[in-house]
């Protein structure tokens, strides 16, 4: 069975960083995803990486601000913030996605880890 | 980027009785729609992917339908334990956008 958990969450100052991770079990062959959830509000997508690591996305917000990657020998996937604004403060989730491909993704997410807060504040 | 829209916001049904949910897309996204059930304090739970496929382990009372902009969860005969929230999310283009959610709650 597949389990995802994230940790590295935390208060930030406005222009701060933080680097989250998500340490999972049994997704090294597998896109992995990272989504973020406001208080109240619906998931938001925000960034997915390759099995190998070589190819990466993210939302429009996000871009030039986070890089995710990923260590398959610590079957870990990150995602470094930095820059980071009042709006982004969220509940983060990863998530797996279920395509093994080396370039195409499914784009659909599960299971999903218990998530990880960042909150960023002055 | 592609707008999903779920009616109603909130829906109050009984248990025993069939709920049924529905998502827009604000432009055609062939069958590439998932759903997601999400508790207070949990993280979203994969219930149906590719517009009507289950996951695995999904009770077949969980039912999706539908293509291009209209799509349709329905709960035949809703449980205690499907007292939710249920989010649609497109999976045909990027950024692959979620609903703002349908809270299913007791009448």
């Known amino acids: 069975e597949v389990q995802l958990v994230e940790s590295g969450g935390g208060l930030v100052r406005p222009g701060g960083s933080l680097r989250l991770s998500c340490l999972g079990s049994g997704f090294n062959r597998n896109w992995v995803h990272w989504v973020r959830q406001a208080p109240g509000k619906g998931p938001v997508w925000v960034s997915h990486i390759s099995p190998d690591g070589s190819l990466t996305s993210y939302a429009d917000f996000v871009k030039g601000r986070f890089t995710v990657s990923r260590d398959n020998a610590q079957t870990t996937v990150y995602l470094q913030l930095n820059s980071l604004r009042a709006d982004d403060t969220a509940l983060y989730y990863c998530?797996?996605?279920?395509?093994?491909?080396?370039?195409?993704?499914?784009?659909?997410?599960?299971?999903w880890g218990q998530g990880t807060q960042v909150t960023v504040s002055s | 980027e592609i707008v999903m829209t779920q009616s109603p916001a909130t829906l109050s049904v009984s248990p025993g009785e069939r709920a049924t949910l529905s998502c827009r897309a604000s432009e055609s996204i062939s069958t590439k729609l998932a759903w997601y059930q999400q508790k207070p304090g949990q993280a979203p739970r994969l219930l149906i992917y590719a517009a009507s496929t289950r996951a695995v382990g999904i009770p077949a009372r969980f039912s999706g339908s539908g293509a291009g902009t209209e799509f349709t969860l329905t709960i035949r005969s809703v449980q205690s334990e499907d007292f939710a929230v249920y989010y649609c999310q497109q999976h045909n283009n990027w950024p692959y956008s979620f609903g703002q959610g349908t809270k299913l709650d007791i009448k």
């Open positions: 998530a797996r996605d279920h395509s093994t491909s080396a370039f195409n993704p499914y784009n659909w997410f599960g299971p």
